[in-house]
């Protein structure tokens, strides 16, 4: 069994910066990613960022590239995303997730595994 928890949304203004955590315990895999998705009122639930937990490969949304990090702590089997410049469109509920195939993958569909969710709102 896996357990994936997040945490660290919150309110912040637009232009902050906020960092999400993800614990994750049971059995995960170095060579299947961990991703972040997210998912705002009336939207279909949409890819952020993925990551191995071995190796440099990171694997984001193109809108997102220059404004999210994704990053991990092995010791921990914490992924984190730190977000920046955040602006009210990315306001969502954001969950990680643990990949069901080796290959980075930005389809929700791939992933088996989901944290409860963290909310995000960012006001103007």
């Known amino acids: 069994q896996v357990q994936l928890v997040e945490s660290g949304g919150g309110l912040v203004q637009s232009g902050g910066s906020l960092r999400l955590s993800c614990a994750v315990s049971?059995?995960?895999?170095?060579?299947?990613?961990m991703g972040w998705f997210r998912q705002a009122p009336g939207k279909e639930r949409e890819f952020v960022a993925a990551?191995?937990?071995?190796?440099?490969?990171?694997y984001y949304a193109d809108s997102l590239k220059g404004r999210f990090t994704i990053s991990r702590d092995n010791a921990k089997n914490t992924i984190f995303l730190q977000m920046n410049s955040l602006k009210p469109e990315d306001t969502a509920v954001y969950y990680c997730?643990?990949?069901?195939?080796?290959?980075?993958?930005?389809?929700?569909?791939?992933?088996?595994?989901w944290g409860q969710g963290t909310q995000v709102t960012v006001s103007s």
């Open positions: 997730a643990r990949s069901t195939v080796v290959s980075m993958t930005s389809r929700s569909y791939n992933y088996d595994y």
């Open positions: 049971g059995r995960t895999f170095g060579n299947y990613p």
């Open positions: 990551i191995r937990w071995s190796g440099a490969d990171r």
